[in-house]
């Protein structure tokens, strides 16, 4: 009985208990307890994340009204395949990065500022789910903007002083990005009388060619690619992961972009209409320009780096532009491509920065030339490196591989050759910036503060392996991760109109 | 000429959204001093306020708490209330951007963002 009532409040849960735990972490202020309270609640969130896809995958989308309004009067919370997705991906990284963060932020955070690390990254944590849970369009912007504030605040804490900078910078871009989504939202309001994603989907066929939903779409789109960091609108990101704390991040690079897509797409496929944005208006040929661009111009930055951890970061902007070529092919395969690329990228760039963060643990730093034959004296850490590395050009039997592997399948359905051969051209210039790390790392004797490393501990290493082995695993067995990226797809495609 | 005047005149409301939209958004960009920045986005932040509020005003509407008069028009005050929210939100922005830049100016010296970029270049 009282677990049936339980199961009914899975949704409510999935986000309060992060919320509840960041306030009783500000108020306790011990390190510890705060470090054991953050862990117990982000192991919970994956339990509840899974049990609610598996309930999604038999039963069907699960509908939560919460504080009992009725939706659309009230706020509505609910499950389907593609969001069901979306957050087991974020509590299960939310919850693999918690027994690596105890050794690496007390290196990295001053000793009375842990517990308030720990507060901000269950609030953003919290956050993050939230938007990823909620079916209405304003609670999507203030749990935004909680996740958004959170990140600014964990950004600032690095050690770096120009991490202070990236942080303001970030903050400056974000909540233009936001408020212009609010804008579109405030259109769409006014159009339709609604924030409910269904009951807005079905009131906006009668208004769909007027001005104000065109606005609104070109305001929503321009705000979440800011937030998701395409291509002419990333110059925040680089900035930002680099001046982070390595824990913060691991964190933000495999979710806070995943989220903005995945709100972009909820707006595009379950509001909008595939038909609408894709047919009528051209949003692909301005997505392929940009998502193509940020390919090519960010891995060729990439590779000029001299900070390894800004040059991962300039990945991370080439790797956006793979999810959001899937979003732009507007095909059931290239969508599952970019879904499962915004599954697999999370793997490889939370394994890669993680054993980045095993790394500045030992030498202090990510600058490549310090890193030279680091990979003789940290060979487990780095082993854990090179496959995520593997993973993020596309090796066969990896992750990489499988994302590139639809994509390309897309563009060559559309009839575009040359896009696939494009999509393997960049995948060639991520050989060059992830071979020169390999290079440095193993093929150099090492030299100052890197003769002296050693591997971390163990609490460190596990988590980071935990990840590259999912990279291989999820690599040869893709049934899981395709399967569902092709239920998603699928889900998208049918819409949320009955 | 005089089509043109009315409706300027008529949505007026709107127009002020637009040039405090605007006016916000440069402000933004062209300014350097990182206090100033902030003002700027708090004025963006205000326009949507105004994007939202004035659509929700019904003229001759009353408050949304029923009355016996069966031919009462009630205002929505779903935007108020969102409206309430967002002012929330953007307090709090405006206060970490605040707090983030006391913090530069105790690292830097300075507040202007082409000084901050010269002395991380010299590093």
């Given at each position: 009985m009282i677990s049936t009532q339980l199961l009914d409040q899975l949704p409510a849960l999935q986000v309060c208990l992060p919320l509840a735990g960041a306030a009783l972490c500000a108020l306790i202020d011990r390190r510890y307890i705060a470090w054991v309270l953050t862990t117990l609640i982000s192991f919970a969130m994956p339990v509840i994340a899974v049990m609610m896809l598996i309930q999604v995958m038999t039963v069907g989308p699960i509908s939560y009204a919460f504080g009992g309004w009725e939706p659309p009067f009230g706020i509505e919370y609910r499950v389907d395949v593609v969001n069901g997705f979306l957050l087991v991906l974020i509590s299960v990284m939310g919850a693999i990065i918690m027994p690596y963060a105890l050794r690496s932020v007390a290196a990295e955070i001053a000793r009375n500022k842990q517990a308030w690390f720990y507060c901000m990254y269950l609030l953003c944590l919290a956050g993050l789910l939230g938007m990823a849970i909620t079916a209405d369009a304003f609670n999507a912007f203030v749990f935004m903007e909680i996740s958004s504030l959170s990140m600014y605040v964990l950004i600032a804490l690095?050690?770096?002083?120009?991490a202070l900078v990236a942080a303001y910078q970030y903050l400056i871009l974000g909540t233009i990005g936001a408020t212009l989504y609010v804008i579109g939202v405030g259109l769409l309001f006014a159009m339709?009388?609604?924030?409910n994603f269904g009951d807005m989907a079905e009131r906006i066929v009668a208004v769909e060619q007027s001005r104000p939903v065109l606005a609104a779409l070109a305001f929503i789109t321009v705000g979440m690619c800011l937030k998701l960091a395409l291509f002419p609108l990333h110059v925040w990101l680089p900035n930002a992961y680099t001046g982070a704390p390595s824990v913060a991040t691991a964190f933000i690079a495999s979710t806070a972009t995943k989220v903005a897509v995945y709100l972009l797409l909820r707006f595009y496929f379950?509001?909008?209409g595939a038909a609408f944005v894709f047919e009528d208006l051209p949003v692909t040929p301005i997505l392929l320009v940009m998502s193509v661009a940020a390919m090519f111009a960010a891995s060729i930055v990439a590779i000029f780096q001299g900070n390894v951890k800004r040059m991962l970061a300039y990945s991370s902007v080439a790797q956006m532009g793979y999810i959001t070529l899937g979003i732009a092919l507007a095909t059931p395969i290239g969508l599952t491509g970019g879904i499962v690329h915004l599954f697999n990228h999370a793997l490889m760039k939370g394994a890669l920065f993680m054993a980045l963060g095993c790394v500045a643990l030992r030498i202090g730093g990510c600058r490549l030339d310090a890193m030279a034959g680091i990979g003789r004296r940290m060979p487990i850490t780095m082993a854990a490196f090179v496959i995520a590395g593997l993973s993020l050009i596309g090796?066969?039997?990896?992750?990489g591989f499988v994302s590139k592997w639809y994509l390309a399948l897309g563009a060559i359905e559309a009839g575009w050759w040359w896009l696939a051969f494009l999509i393997v051209g960049s995948s060639l210039l991520a050989v060059v910036y992830i071979g020169r790390v390999v290079e440095v790392a193993w093929f150099r004797a090492p030299t100052g503060t890197a003769a002296e490393a050693t591997d971390p501990p163990l609490s460190m290493l596990i988590p980071t392996w935990i990840l590259a082995a999912a990279c291989i695993a999820f690599g040869l067995d893709a049934g899981f991760t395709a399967g569902v990226a092709a239920e998603a797809a699928d889900a998208l495609f049918a819409g949320l109109r009955q | 000429m005089n089509g043109l005047v009315s409706s300027i005149l008529e949505h007026y409301n709107q127009w002020v959204t637009i040039f405090l939209m605007v006016a916000g958004l440069y402000v933004v960009v062209a300014r350097g001093n990182m206090v100033k920045k902030l003002v700027g986005l708090s004025v963006f932040q205000t326009s949507v306020y105004l994007l939202y509020i004035s659509p929700g005003k019904i003229l001759g509407g009353t408050a949304p708490i029923l009355i016996d008069d069966p031919n009462a028009v009630y205002s929505n005050p779903l935007p108020h209330v969102l409206i309430l929210t967002a002012i929330v939100v953007g307090l709090a922005t405006i206060a970490l951007g605040l707090g983030l830049v006391v913090r530069i100016n105790e690292v830097y010296?300075?507040?202007?963002e082409d000084e901050i970029f010269e002395r991380s270049d010299d590093e």
């Open positions: 690095g050690r770096d002083k120009r339709t009388g609604t924030l379950s509001i909008f090796v066969p039997g990896t992750v | 010296g300075t507040v202007e």
